[in-house]
């Protein structure tokens, strides 16, 4: 029973540590959406050199890379979060 508040407080710093890492990979997914807006306004010119296309599909993928990245530490998130309440409800 002495380990629940450590249980809670390891718990709490290890959703801090993922909230910080969301942030960041987040702000990063709005940098790579500003970048590919930005290839698209040189496809939108008529720019389809080799290079645009490359440069669209290295943006494309990126993009779902980091979605990727966003979606895993939204579901560990997810789990932190159910043990969380999980390990509130053993002591209520």
């Known amino acids: 029973m002495s380990d629940r508040p450590d249980d809670l407080k390891n718990l709490l710093m290890q959703r801090i540590e993922l909230v910080s890492s969301l942030s960041e990979a987040t702000a990063n997914h709005m940098r790579l959406l500003q ?5 698209d306004v ?5 720019d389809s050199s080799a290079g645009s296309q490359l440069a669209r599909q290295e943006a494309d ?23 969380i ?7 209520a």
């Open 35 to 39: 970048k590919s807006s930005g290839i």
């Open 42 to 46: 040189l496809l939108l010119k008529r």
């Open 61 to 83: 993928d990126n993009m779902a890379s980091s979605q990727a990245a966003i979606d895993s530490l939204e579901a560990r998130l997810a789990v932190i979060d159910r043990q």
């Open 85 to 91: 309440e999980s390990n509130n409800n053993k002591e």
